[in-house]
């Protein structure tokens, strides 16, 4: 036999041809595959984005109408059973069921006399307060306003230089941040009330309701024509 004259065994064409179109069978289905799984996973981030808008829409509901045992009124009545037991508050109010609760008392029943002092016996009183403050659940906002009576300045204002009322109220607030308060909570101001007096206002609000409150403090004051 002429070892010259024997030539290689070449494969069949279509043998080939099917091979290639195997491949690229099993790529396409692959493919289709990768395609599936990403369109599954797209109806799920849909699915779960739908969950958490509803989650949210419930969680804006107002106290009235999730019951007496809702987070907000829990708040409130901590709040009212508080003060109940403090000595010097004159008065307590809920404004609104679930939501606003005002107590007003005597600054002497706060602080030393004369002084921007807290009265050593009044720090449990901050304590609780910060506590309160602290514990809102997902979809709530826990919030204080803390209010100093202070004379009027014969231009009918308010004072702009330091004053007792002024120095309580910053002393305060320095008192509840120190301790822990979450500073987003707390707003602090002088007042146009009684001399002497302090209105503590705690508020529940939803996000929602908070983001309208502060849109409304820091927008311009409209002046009367």
Same mark, same amino acid.
Not at 1 to 6: L, V, Y
Not at 56 to 60: A, D, K, M, P, V
């Given at each position: 036999?002429? /070892? +010259? +004259? $024997?030539k290689p065994k070449r494969d069949n064409p279509e043998r080939q041809d099917n091979t290639i179109l195997q491949f690229v069978s099993i790529y396409l289905l692959i493919l289709a595959f990768f395609i599936l799984l990403v369109t599954i996973s797209t109806v799920d981030q849909?699915?779960?984005n739908a969950v958490m808008e509803s989650l949210?829409?419930?969680?804006?509901l107002s106290d009235s109408d999730r019951g007496a045992d809702s987070p907000g009124q829990a @708040? $409130?009545?901590k709040l009212n059973d508080l003060f109940l037991k403090t000595i010097g508050v004159e008065k307590i109010e809920e404004l609104k069921t679930g939501k606003i609760l005002r107590i007003q008392l005597g600054a002497e029943a706060l602080f030393e006399n004369d002084k921007a002092t807290i009265k050593t016996s009044q720090r449990d009183l901050i304590d609780r307060i910060i506590s309160a403050l602290s514990s809102r659940p997902p979809? @709530?906002?826990f919030d204080m306003?803390? $209010?100093v009576g202070s004379p009027i300045e014969p231009s009918g204002e308010l004072p702009v230089t330091q004053t007792l009322a002024m120095a309580r109220a910053g002393a305060f607030v320095r008192q509840l941040l120190s301790r822990g308060a979450p500073p987003d909570s707390i707003s602090i101001g002088l007042g146009a009330i009684e001399n002497g007096e $302090? /209105? @503590?206002e705690f508020y529940v609000r939803t996000?929602?309701?908070a983001k309208k409150f502060y849109a409304r403090l820091l927008s311009p004051i409209k002046k009367g024509n």
């Open positions: 036999m002429d /070892i +010259n +004259n $024997i849909e699915k779960s949210q829409l419930r969680t804006e @708040f $409130i009545q979809g @709530f906002q306003e803390f $209010i $302090i /209105i @503590f996000p929602a309701d």
